[in-house]
């Protein structure tokens, strides 16, 4: 004979689509009664089940946020996630020179702020045999490193964003959001508890990170290879602040043993159409940054990559004046001479009649 619960609720419920169950049909039917073993077996199978469309909602979600984070924009999921960088006379911020946000998906972030630090930053030209090559005054690896760590381990519930200030003798990078909890000042560099495991992972598929806790302490190494001061790391409870020493010695021209800069920062600002504050003019000593070089080259007339290379001491093209053409172009500072065919190999570029304008206002105040 069935059990007699399992009739009662055959012959009693009628929900949806299926028809109420007859009585007569369970009567040469038989149901067994599970022992206690086979009721356990069966809440395994159950159990298993259950957890296998727990995980699949889970991983359903987890795709929904990695689609977020590399959205085209994530500010519009999360308004503070842009990163702010801003230049600033002497050793405080009372004069700014340029500021700029950055925002989009956090990869271009990344990018279009490294790209910022090198165009910002004094470059030495060494000389050789061959010519010159260009030597940045940090090093590049240790800023794409520090940059990483800080869009990967910040707080997105705070209401700040990530701030990276240049001043005349140090870069600060400014993470909201404090050490994250298990995490000690002491343990830096050596363990590591990311705050933001879906992005972290994300970021070390895509190359952008070595293994979990390794980054610090690879910044410190690259430093001390680079032959510049490691950085000091200052944690409270809202923030880590991470800064670079500037090195304080003169970047001198190779050619002429000074550096005598055409076009200052505060034009660059007015060029780039950033935010500035009331500066006054720089000391005739002040290095240029690549960015000023490429502007005061074309003053005159337009040139092609290879001959601004070639102006600038260098023995080929190099990344760096890649990306410093890439954000020029971005901000209408330059233009294509052949801007229907961008990648022509007649292609030179030229300022725009506004910047030119402001460069040699700019040079006639000087």
Same mark, same amino acid.
């Given at each position: $004979?069935?059990?007699?619960?399992?009739?009662?609720?055959?012959?009693?419920?009628?929900?949806?689509?299926?028809?109420?169950?007859?009585? @007569?049909?369970?009567?040469?039917?038989?149901? /067994?009664?599970?022992? /206690?073993?086979?009721?356990?077996?069966?809440?395994?199978?159950?159990?298993?089940?259950?957890?296998?469309?727990?995980? =699949?909602?889970?991983?359903?979600?987890? +795709?929904?946020?990695?689609?977020? %984070?590399?959205?085209?924009?994530?500010?519009?999921?999360?308004?503070?996630?842009?990163?702010?960088?801003?230049?600033?006379?002497?050793?405080?911020?009372?004069?700014?020179?340029?500021?700029?946000?950055?925002?989009?998906?956090?990869?271009?972030?990344?990018?279009?702020?490294?790209?910022? +630090?090198?165009?910002?930053? =004094?470059?030495?030209?060494?000389?050789?045999?061959?010519?010159?090559?260009?030597? +940045?005054?940090?090093?590049?690896?240790?800023?794409?490193?520090? !940059?990483?760590?800080?869009?990967?381990?910040?707080?997105?519930?705070?209401?700040?964003?990530?701030?990276?200030?240049?001043?005349?003798?140090? %870069?600060?990078?400014?993470?909201?959001?404090?050490?994250?909890?298990? $995490?000690?000042?002491?343990?830096?560099?050596?363990?590591? !508890?990311?705050?933001?495991?879906? %992005?972290?992972?994300?970021?070390?598929?895509?190359?952008?990170?070595?293994?979990?806790?390794?980054?610090?302490?690879?910044?410190?190494?690259?430093?001390?290879?680079?032959?510049?001061?490691?950085?000091?790391?200052?944690?409270?409870?809202?923030? !880590?602040?991470?800064?670079?020493?500037?090195?304080?010695?003169?970047?001198?021209?190779?050619?002429?043993?000074?550096?005598?800069?055409?076009?200052?920062?505060?034009?660059?600002?007015?060029?780039?159409?950033?935010?500035?504050?009331? !500066?006054?003019?720089?000391?005739?000593?002040?290095?240029?940054?690549?960015?000023?070089?490429?502007?005061?080259?074309?003053?005159? &007339?337009?040139?092609?990559?290879? &001959?601004?290379?070639?102006?600038?001491?260098?023995?080929?093209?190099?990344?760096?004046?890649?990306?410093?053409?890439?954000?020029?172009?971005?901000?209408?500072?330059?233009?294509?001479?052949?801007?229907?065919?961008? =990648?022509?190999?007649? @292609?030179?570029?030229?300022?725009?009649?506004?910047?030119?304008?402001? %460069?040699?206002?700019?040079?006639?105040?000087?």
């Amino acid at each position: $004979m069935a059990h007699h619960k399992f009739i009662k609720y055959a012959t009693t419920n009628s929900k949806g689509a299926r028809p109420r169950t007859k009585w @007569q049909l369970f009567s040469d039917f038989e149901l /067994p009664d599970f022992l /206690p073993s086979q009721r356990c077996d069966i809440g395994k199978i159950l159990s298993a089940y259950d957890d296998l469309i727990e995980n =699949n909602r889970r991983r359903i979600q987890l +795709l929904e946020q990695a689609a977020r %984070l590399l959205c085209d924009d994530i500010t519009s999921y999360t308004l503070q996630a842009h990163v702010t960088c801003a230049m600033f006379r002497g050793t405080n911020k009372t004069y700014i020179l340029d500021r700029k946000d950055f925002s989009g998906d956090l990869y271009a972030i990344y990018e279009e702020v490294v790209v910022y +630090l090198q165009s910002r930053l =004094n470059t030495a030209l060494i000389p050789h045999a061959r010519g010159r090559d260009e030597r +940045l005054e940090l090093p590049v690896d240790a800023l794409r490193e520090a !940059v990483v760590n800080a869009i990967a381990h910040r707080d997105y519930r705070s209401t700040a964003n990530v701030q990276l200030y240049i001043f005349h003798d140090r %870069l600060e990078i400014v993470t909201p959001g404090g050490l994250p909890a298990g $995490m000690r000042e002491e343990d830096l560099g050596v363990k590591s !508890v990311p705050r933001n495991p879906l %992005l972290f992972g994300m970021f070390y598929r895509m190359g952008m990170v070595e293994q979990v806790g390794s980054g610090i302490k690879r910044i410190r190494e690259m430093c001390r290879d680079y032959g510049v001061a490691e950085p000091m790391i200052e944690v409270s409870e809202n923030w !880590v602040t991470t800064t670079f020493k500037r090195p304080n010695g003169q970047v001198e021209d190779q050619n002429k043993g000074e550096v005598t800069p055409k076009v200052t920062p505060q034009v660059i600002s007015e060029v780039l159409g950033e935010d500035t504050g009331e !500066v006054e003019p720089q000391p005739e000593s002040q290095p240029e940054s690549l960015e000023m070089r490429v502007l005061t080259l074309l003053i005159n &007339a337009p040139m092609a990559k290879s &001959a601004l290379s070639t102006e600038l001491g260098q023995k080929e093209i190099s990344g760096q004046l890649n990306s410093v053409i890439r954000l020029l172009l971005a901000n209408k500072t330059i233009e294509y001479t052949i801007p229907e065919k961008p =990648n022509s190999r007649l @292609q030179k570029y030229r300022l725009t009649a506004k910047s030119k304008e402001h %460069l040699k206002r700019g040079e006639k105040s000087q």
